[in-house]
């Protein structure tokens, strides 16, 4: 099984816009080492000289394989020796007095036994922390960009999610943003198709926002670029998930699972499946009840609810769970039942069609001389006289059309009140459908 580490229920970084527009060529592992480390360091940012997290820790919040710790050493002295350059884009100090600041991401590190000790500069900790504008940063979001070009893409785009689109940012400025070395992708086409187009592309489908793109020219040369930013579907679960088929009830606890608890995706597959979605709901809501949760002082809670699970540890249930269970089953109710409508409207155009078709086949068996009295009677009808529309049709399709055929079969009903004597009922020919599913499969 997947050990997986405990994230605060809000798994989000509020990271100062300056250390997001910044000049710095990091590989997308180095970009997501700079942000979980900030992200762990963050409440405690000003009153605590040194910080501290596990490699385990680390390597999970990245999505990267636990045991190559030499490459995540690599990676955060990268960041010691990176220098970033602030305000790019900041318009507001775009000043005569050119405003500028520079720095490396990381004073020291570290590592030792399996934990990660760092520290900020003094100048840095005021910075992040004292913000004067932020961007949210969804830690599930960041784990599952694979290019590093992605990654850099929706930390620019991100902080503008309100005003649903970027400033104009200058291609030299936007190259610097992305990370992208100077004499890399210089011509245009390239820089657009493996920067631009891939990173777009990664964002749209990973995160909470979908990208637009707009090229300012000068001529034949690209000038500028902007972004505009529309809602996205935000995932719940990554790529691997996709198939995963839920019920209603354990769509809710799976989001429980994922987001509240950072459970691995397999492990929630696979107890749900074991346990059914109200033991597990059960073993949540008491996991998350306890003050160790609440204060953040459990550091594993994966392996509490997987004892809880296994052992049926149990906690009397405060009125507002009971409240909450109420509202979960209303809700699942109602759900329940508009899928169930749905689906039998679904069964009863089904058998329309099935009902139509069978009088069709009748028709089909008369005679040339029958069904040429019986076409001749229809078309002088006061149904097809009453409306010129469908005597014209008629005229044209005859019986390949489907408004005429609706019509044809409520006229031959009128004079054959036995035409559907031998069809079945709607019951039955759900029953029936079913049926043929179930061998099929």
Not at 257 to 280: M, P, R
Not at 331 to 352: C, F, G, M, P, W
């Amino acid at each position: 099984m997947n050990q997986v580490v405990e994230v605060n229920k809000e798994q989000s970084l509020k990271k100062h816009v300056a250390a997001i527009h910044a000049s710095n060529p990091l590989t997308l592992i180095q970009r997501k080492l700079a942000n979980v480390l900030l992200y762990n360091a963050y409440q405690n940012l000003l009153t605590q000289e040194e910080h501290i997290i596990s490699i385990r820790e680390l390597c999970v919040l990245i999505d990267f394989e636990s045991h190559a710790i030499e490459q995540v050493k690599t990676a955060v002295k990268k960041l010691m020796s990176t220098v970033i350059e602030w305000n790019l884009v900041d318009r507001e100090k775009e000043t005569k007095d050119n405003y500028w600041v520079a720095s490396t991401m990381l004073a020291s590190v570290e590592i030792k036994a399996g934990i990660c000790k760092y520290t900020y500069s003094k100048h840095l900790k005021e910075l992040f922390y004292h913000p004067e504008l932020f961007a949210t940063l969804d830690m599930l979001i960041l784990r599952r960009f694979k290019s590093s070009y992605g990654l850099a893409l929706y930390e620019n785009c991100i902080r503008f999610k309100k005003v649903r689109q970027t400033p104009w940012f200058e291609i030299p400025v936007f190259r610097k943003l992305m990370g992208v070395a100077e004499k890399k992708y210089t011509q245009f086409s390239d820089f657009k198709r493996r920067v631009i187009d891939a990173a777009v592309k990664e964002v749209n489908e990973h995160a909470q926002i979908n990208l637009n793109v707009e090229l300012k020219q000068e001529g034949r040369v690209v000038k500028a670029i902007k972004f505009y930013i529309a809602e996205g579907a935000h995932p719940l679960t990554s790529e691997a998930d996709v198939n995963v088929v839920l019920t209603t009830e354990e769509e809710k606890v799976w989001t429980l699972l994922i987001h509240d608890l950072a459970v691995d995706s397999q492990d929630a597959k696979n107890w749900l499946a074991e346990y059914g979605a109200e033991y597990v709901f059960d073993k949540v809501m008491y996991i998350m009840s306890t003050k160790a949760f609440k204060s953040g002082a459990m550091n594993y809670p994966t392996q509490y609810l997987k004892k809880a699970l296994e052992k049926d540890y149990k906690a009397p249930k405060s009125s507002s769970q009971l409240l909450w269970e109420a509202k979960q089953k209303k809700e699942t109710e109602i759900e329940n039942k508009r899928v169930h409508d749905k689906k039998l409207e679904k069964q009863k155009l089904a058998y329309s069609s099935y009902k139509t078709e069978t009088v069709i086949q009748k028709f089909s068996q008369l005679t040339a001389k029958e069904k040429k009295e019986l076409l001749r009677a229809f078309s002088s009808s006061k149904i097809v006289n009453d409306a010129p529309v469908l005597q014209d049709l008629f005229n044209r399709s005859s019986l390949d059309s489907p408004i005429v055929r609706s019509h044809f079969i409520k006229f031959w009903l009128q004079i054959n009140p036995t035409l559907y004597d031998d069809v079945i009922t709607l019951e039955d020919y759900i029953m029936q459908q079913k049926n043929a599913h179930e061998k099929n499969i």
